[in-house]
């Protein structure tokens, strides 16, 4: 009786949450995952009942939608359209990154910001939940072009942001350059210098270690799942996805552990580099990354090891441990059934949601080590965290301190996850584990704050 209650407390808050949220199916697979695990978890606490916390947390505080007018190089007016979702100021400031690709729209937004409340509250830092972005592609623009684009984008922003109210950061299509120009907007409209973002250069104010956090931190998490089957990284093989910053910063830290590297991939394909991609390889893949370039293809062209699968995902390749690191909904329940088939022992995600929800349960159905992004992929806006400590301090730290905070954050992240995460066989379900863990501390601030 009382398991039959729980489950259509689920089934009615997926109806609610689609009926409200028509046409959003990214922001419904993100609340579907969590109303799973946590609602179950809900029943058990007579203090969340009736408290309408998910309800709560399932609907932004403020979602702001806006027009980006700009000039291209040829002289012509280009609109584009500007978002911030912010989604949950309990714990703190909003906070999250801002994305420039063509896929942007609401429901991706929402899904992300959704996920960086519990990331957020995972860390442990006062980080609220907060994502924002346009549908720009940066693909093929002048850097004047882009220049003018981020100049745009902030002169609306910057009315909405502020360092005690919300500090946002890059993500897929915003970096160094990019961060560097809206900071610039900011300051010479807001006159202030603070730090309202995250991912900024050294010389205005940025951290050591916050471009390689998001990586180092997936690997830091990934070594600690495979410690609790007595494996570490060294001489694993490494299937990886993605060719951005998320990717560069793990394969970094594999290759520095031990492990080979034997894919990456980009929206053209994936190449499969027998030799393993580290060394010189990887600084090219760095130089590719910021010329603009992230074609799969090219980067094969100059490494005879290296062969290029055209229009095809890397997750055929028989490795051990697999990390998603390129974008949302790239790891289908096909691609789940090939890895397990294979004998994958661990699969870290490092981008958002990249499993599908049937990809993930057939992950969890065969026992296989499974971390979800919310929680593997935590170190970069930890890094981000730490670089607001430094600048409210007035002070920059080393790289040794920077790194060692982050190595202790994804080792206390872990921890939680199998504290709420562990089942009566011992395996840890660590999509049930981060879910709850990140929902503890934002429903308590929320309870002790009030229906606000
Ligand atoms: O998805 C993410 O966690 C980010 N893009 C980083 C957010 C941040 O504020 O550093």
Redesign the pocket.
């Known amino acids: 009786m009382e398991h039959y209650n729980v489950e259509q407390k689920i089934q009615e808050f997926i109806a609610y949450i689609e009926a409200k949220n028509p046409n959003e199916p990214e922001f419904l697979q993100a609340v579907k995952e969590v109303a799973i695990t946590v609602i179950p978890f809900i029943a058990t606490r007579k203090q969340y009942d009736g408290m309408k916390l998910l309800e709560r947390m399932a609907e932004p505080e403020r979602t702001i939608i806006f027009r980006v007018p700009w000039v291209d190089d040829a002289g012509e007016i280009q609109v584009n359209r500007g978002f911030r979702i912010q989604m949950n100021s309990a714990i703190g400031p909003y906070?999250?990154?801002?994305?420039f690709h063509p896929t942007v729209n609401l429901s991706v937004l929402k899904f992300?910001a959704f996920?960086?409340t519990f990331?957020?509250s995972l860390t442990t830092l006062p980080?609220g939940g907060?994502?924002g972005g346009a549908d720009f592609d940066p693909q093929g623009k002048s850097n004047m072009e882009i220049m003018r684009f981020c100049q745009a984008f902030m002169t609306e922003l910057c009315k909405h942001i502020g360092p005690e109210t919300d500090?946002?950061?890059?993500?897929?299509g915003v970096g160094a350059r990019e961060i560097g120009y809206l900071f610039g907007q900011y300051k010479k409209i807001r006159n202030e210098f603070t730090g309202v973002l995250?991912?900024k250069g050294l010389a205005y104010g940025g951290s050591l270690i916050?471009p390689e956090?998001?990586g180092y931190g997936v690997v830091y998490f990934c070594e600690q799942m495979m410690k609790t089957i007595g494996e570490d990284l060294k001489g694993k093989t490494f299937v990886v996805s993605g060719f951005g910053n998320v990717a560069w910063g793990v394969i970094k830290k594999v290759t520095e552990l031990g492990g080979k590297v034997l894919t990456i991939s980009g929206p053209d394909g994936y190449v499969y580099d027998k030799d393993g991609i580290d060394g010189e390889k990887i600084d090219y893949l760095l130089e590719l990354r910021s010329s603009g370039n992230n074609r799969a293809e090219d980067f094969a062209a100059k490494f005879p090891g290296a062969v290029f699968h055209a229009g095809k995902r890397p997750w055929e390749v028989k490795c051990d441990v697999a990390i998603p690191a390129a974008t949302q909904n790239e790891l289908f329940l096909e691609d789940a059934k090939m890895l397990v088939e294979n004998g994958v022992m661990c699969v870290t995600e490092a981008a958002?949601m990249p499993s599908t929800l049937d990809a993930i349960n057939y992950f969890l159905e065969h026992k296989v080590l499974f971390s979800p992004?919310k929680a593997s992929?935590?170190g970069?806006?930890?890094?981000?965290?730490l670089?607001m400590t430094q600048n409210s301090i007035r002070l920059n730290w080393s790289s040794e301190e920077v790194d060692t905070r982050l190595k202790e954050i994804m080792v206390g992240i872990h921890k939680a996850c199998r504290d709420y995460g562990k089942e009566e066989d011992g395996y840890v379900n660590y999509v049930k584990g981060a879910n709850i863990a990140g929902f503890v501390k934002v429903a308590e601030a929320m309870l002790a704050q009030g229906v606000v």
Request: glycine fraction near 22%; proline fraction near 3%.
């Open positions: 906070k999250g990154g801002i994305r992300l996920e960086q990331k957020n980080m907060g994502k500090v946002p950061a890059g993500d897929i995250t991912g916050r956090a998001t958002n992004g992929n935590a970069g806006v930890a890094t981000s965290g670089e």
